[in-house]
């Protein structure tokens, strides 16, 4: 099947270890995009990228890094220096400029 | 960031009646998108709108792209219980080599059969 795919769905960690979230898409879309959702909040954007190699800043990149090495993933790593990480995160990826994005089924993890 | 309004905050309704949610902007977008989220899930995507005025249905849902680019709205008929949940609309901005996907804060709709 040809979708996103985020993984684990559940994860908890320690407070002070860093911890990579999973996205991987068989879309063979160029952008890709990591959002934050805390409860009873819309999405806010860490961070994007539209093409191998490439990526940018969102709203709250803070504590966060990502990598492009391939066009297929997208991980994010939520560091140690993320002073408030549990959180559902959602991966999107979508072909280009002005066309739909596509999400992931999130990843919902715990620090504690 | 760019910033989009979007109303009411919640709604609750009996099955049955129809529902209307808008977003409005202060910037101009190209691309018009609404999203439902059931809880834990991800966002689904439920209507893309490309061009100012254009109006697009799929089944009950119809959406709106507004004229000036700064606004869309969504309508759902006959509501039923499945349609609880959260939606979300989304502008898409592209120029000067970079776009973004800027999303409100959503509707959260709850349905009373």
């Known amino acids: 099947d040809g979708g996103i795919t985020q993984s684990p769905k559940y994860l908890f960690r320690k407070e002070g270890q860093n911890v990579t979230l999973s996205c991987e898409q068989n879309?063979?879309?160029?952008?890709m995009y990591w959002y934050r959702q805390d409860p009873g909040q819309g999405l806010r954007l860490i961070y994007y990228?539209?093409?191998?190699?490439?990526?940018q800043k969102g709203d709250i990149a803070e504590g966060y890094s990502v990598s492009r090495e391939k066009k297929e993933s997208f991980p994010l790593t939520v560091t140690s220096a993320q002073k408030n990480p549990t959180a559902f995160y959602l991966c999107?990826?979508?072909?280009?400029?002005?066309?739909?994005?596509?999400f992931g089924q999130g990843t919902r993890l715990t620090v504690v | 960031g760019q910033q989009l309004n979007q109303s009411p905050q919640s709604m609750f309704i009996q099955e049955g009646e129809d529902v209307s949610m808008n977003c409005t902007s202060s910037?101009?977008?190209?691309?018009w998108l609404w999203y439902k989220q059931d809880p834990g899930e991800g966002p689904v995507l439920l209507i893309a709108?490309?061009?100012?005025?254009e109006l697009t249905s799929n089944g009950r849902l119809t959406a709106q792209f507004g004229i000036t680019r700064k606004d869309s709205f969504l309508n759902i008929s006959a509501s039923i219980p499945s349609d609880v949940g959260i939606y979300f609309c989304a502008g898409v901005y592209s120029g000067a080599g970079s776009y973004q996907l800027t999303f409100g804060k959503g509707t959260k709709l709850s349905v009373i059969p």
């Open positions: 709108l490309y061009k100012a005025g």
């Open positions: 910037s101009i977008f190209n691309t």
């Open positions: 990228s539209q093409i191998v190699n490439d990526f």
């Open positions: 879309l063979n879309h160029d952008a």
């Open positions: 999107a990826s979508s072909r280009g400029p002005n066309t739909e994005a596509f």
